[in-house]
T-cell receptor, first 111, second 113 residues
Framework: AQSVTQPDIHITVSEGASLELRCNYSYGATPYLFWYVQSPGQGLQLLLKYFSGDTLVQGIKGFEAEFKRSQSSFNLRKPSVHWSDAAEYFCAVTGFQKLVFGTGTRLLVSP | EAGVTQSPTHLIKTRGQQATLRCSPISGHTSVYWYQQALGLGLQFLLWYDEGEERNRGNFPPRFSGRQFPNYSSELNVNALELEDSALYLC????????????FGPGTRLTVL
């Protein structure tokens, strides 16, 4: 069965600093991978997705993610964090149309 | 273009009652998904409907049920409510294509007292 691990529950980053959120997945075939963001009390917004092809994926709001099959990872990065990026981030893999989510990483941005 | 809409925003029920949550997908999307986001349990897949049929179901008891209407909107019904059903219920929609992204609504916050 597919699964997703996000090892960091909380991460604090200074505004303007770079960010990397970790995601490891378990899936038998080529995975379809997603990163979603959730602001407090809101639904989920898709940041980016990976289906195939180029392993470096660009998303919205300046985010990117790199798919590494050898490490079963799909880490999310941003070169310079803004205070508005403070939110919870979820990595997900899809299997038979249902999304399997990681437990999420809460990003705190310090001034 | 309108996104996924859900109603009501908040719902307060007592234990043993029934709750009905509603979802309208993005125009053109035929698939609707329901997820539960409970404190401490993360986001869990509940149900998937497409073209009026239940296609997949998560590991939830039968008192969680739903349906999809001819206009592709959907209802989630939770019978015999228990305290642990308190959660944010998220609806998502997509086209029926393998791996296609799901677009989420703002959710319904269900509180069971």
């Amino acid at each position: 069965a597919q699964s997703v691990t996000q090892p960091d529950i909380h991460i604090t980053v200074s505004e303007g600093a770079s960010l990397e959120l970790r995601c490891n997945y378990s899936y038998g075939a080529t995975p379809y991978l997603f990163w979603y963001v959730q602001s407090p009390g809101q639904g989920l917004q898709l940041l980016l997705k990976y289906f195939s092809g180029d392993t470096l994926v660009q998303g919205i709001k300046g985010f990117e993610a790199e798919f590494k099959r050898s490490q079963s990872s799909f880490n999310l990065r941003k070169p310079s964090v803004h205070w508005s990026d403070a939110a919870e981030y979820f990595c997900a893999v899809t299997g038979f149309q249902k999304l399997v989510f990681g437990t999420g990483t809460r990003l705190l941005v310090s001034p | 273009e309108a996104g996924v809409t859900q109603s009501p925003t908040h719902l307060i029920k007592t234990r043993g009652q029934q709750a009905t949550l509603r979802c309208s997908p993005i125009s053109g999307h035929t698939s609707v998904y329901w997820y539960q986001q409970a404190l401490g349990l993360g986001l869990q897949f509940l149900l998937w409907y497409d073209e009026g049929e239940e296609r997949n179901r998560g590991n939830f008891p039968p008192r969680f049920s739903g349906r999809q209407f001819p206009n592709y909107s959907s209802e989630l019904n939770v019978n015999a409510l228990e305290l642990e059903d308190s959660a944010l219920y998220l609806c998502a929609s997509s086209f029926l294509r393998v791996g296609d992204e799901q677009f989420f609504g703002p959710g319904t916050r269900l509180t069971v007292l």
